[in-house]
């Protein structure tokens, strides 16, 4: 049987109530609701929780969007799309625990289709998962990838490490010369396999996200912390906010499609800060997350060797 737009959609709005159900589960408190629409076309479903016993803020974000035109950001690098219609729907999620020995976490997975009388339609899925640790472990580390190369197993021996790759180097931040956190997977473009095999991959990514994150939560969650660890935590988050700011290709969909700004920036984590020429002291806890974590490591192969 071969799948259809709408079986993306109903999935991923099955995805959004899993996930929001799971996390409520963890924390205790309730995701705030908001549904909108978007005035040339589409809408979404926003669900926010702020202030919990274990989130900070979070974001679980369903989207479907379409017009008659294409924003210029999607539009530059594929000029084929111009005069098309177009269809975006996806889910997208970040995660701020307050505890900041649990990272942040966030994961989006996407279809697109444009279409013009006459013609194929141009189609295409993406995703993936990524980790941004405050006070990183190595054995979070390690599970992390370990789920994200078994999402990636049943479709092939070279597609964990080549989306692996990606997403190192996507989630890297050039103007601060260091990445945003310790990877995962980021897949873009993805048709090659045809609509079928491309929707599954898809669906596997999502399916994986839960089992990647829920243990980390349960490990960290009731460490201690100090108010400096908080601070050190604000000033980390503040790479988070540049990198969204200026390099995140969703942000830039959204805000130049005209998609809802609270929904797309609820992704901000809500206490941050910047100190001029900020750098954690030498030889400390703080210090090893750039100089040992956030490097082009090959976690599983690490592993492995010890």
């Given amino acids: 049987m071969t799948a259809t737009i ?83 729907m996806g889910l ?32 295409w899925f993406g995703g993936g998962f990524d980790l941004t640790p405050y006070y990183a472990e190595e054995e979070d580390c390690v599970h992390w990838h370990q789920v994200a190369h078994d999402a990636c ?14 997403c190192d180097k996507y989630f890297y931040l050039k103007h601060r010369n260091e990445p ?12 090659e396999w045809g609509f079928d095999s491309s929707f599954a991959f898809m669906r596997a990514v999502g399916d994986a996200f839960l089992k990647a994150y829920m243990p980390i939560i349960e490990r960290r969650r009731h460490t201690p912390f100090t108010e400096q660890q908080r601070e050190f935590q604000a000033h980390r988050r503040g790479r988070y906010v540049e990198f969204n700011l200026v390099f995140d290709r969703g942000t830039l969909f959204g805000l130049q499609s005209g998609g809802r700004t609270e929904s797309i920036l609820m992704s901000l984590p809500p206490q941050v800060r910047w100190g001029y020429d900020w750098k954690p002291e030498a030889n400390s ?11 082009d490591r090959d976690w599983l192969g690490e592993a492995q060797a010890k």
Avoid: M
């Avoid at 945003?180 to 873009?188: Q, S």
């Fill in 153 to 166: 197993a049943p479709f092939g021996d070279n597609v964990y490490p080549d989306y692996k790759a990606w």
């Fill in 180 to 191: 945003r956190g310790i990877g995962g997977l980021f897949f873009d473009d993805l048709n």
């Fill in 285 to 295: 806890r703080e210090a090893r997350l750039t100089e040992y974590f956030l490097q």
């Fill in 6 to 88: 709408d079986d993306v959609k109903n999935y991923l709005l099955s995805l959004q109530d899993q996930i929001c159900a799971t996390l409520e589960q963890a924390d205790g408190g309730t995701f705030f609701e908001e549904s909108w629409e978007r005035p040339g076309g589409g809408g979404g479903r926003t669900r926010v929780l702020e202030n919990g016993a274990l989130i900070e803020k979070g974001g679980v974000n369903f989207s479907h969007v379409y017009g008659d035109s294409l924003p210029p950001s999607a539009s530059a690098h594929r000029p084929e799309l111009a005069g098309r219609t177009f269809q975006a």
């Fill in 92 to 123: 997208s999620l970040v995660i701020h625990p307050e505890n900041p020995h649990i990272p942040t976490s966030h994961a989006n997975v996407r279809f697109f289709v444009a279409e013009k009388p006459g013609e194929e339609p141009i189609w």
